[in-house]
């Protein structure tokens, strides 16, 4: 299940349900980049929506993982990982 999208500039991002994030190019359908969130095989889950601010996409994880959970942001134009 997933709660919801977030468009910026010319890209949709979406997470997915092996928890990465993705950015696909919203004309064309390309995907632009993929990158894991955490590891679904701890206890990891991805299906809150994902939100963009000041060029960074947002994500944060769901599930029982030791340690808790997650909230991470990726450069919305590279996909390179800004900080968790």
């Not at 928890?19 to 894991?36: F, N, P």
């Not at 601010?53 to 947002?58: E, S």
């Not at 994880?61 to 959970?69: A, D, K, L, V």
Request: proline share 0%; hydrophobic share 40%; net charge positive.
């Amino acid at each position: 299940m997933k709660r919801s999208i977030a468009l910026y500039a010319d890209k949709v991002y979406t997470g997915t349900s092996d928890v990465h994030l993705v950015a696909i190019d919203a004309r064309t359908g390309r995907v632009v980049w993929d990158k894991e969130v955490a590891d679904r095989t701890k206890g990891f889950s991805l299906t809150g929506g994902v939100t963009v601010a000041k060029g960074k996409v947002i994500a944060s994880t769901t599930g029982r993982s030791s340690g808790g959970n997650l909230i991470v942001a990726f450069d919305a134009n590279t996909g390179a990982e800004a900080w968790r």
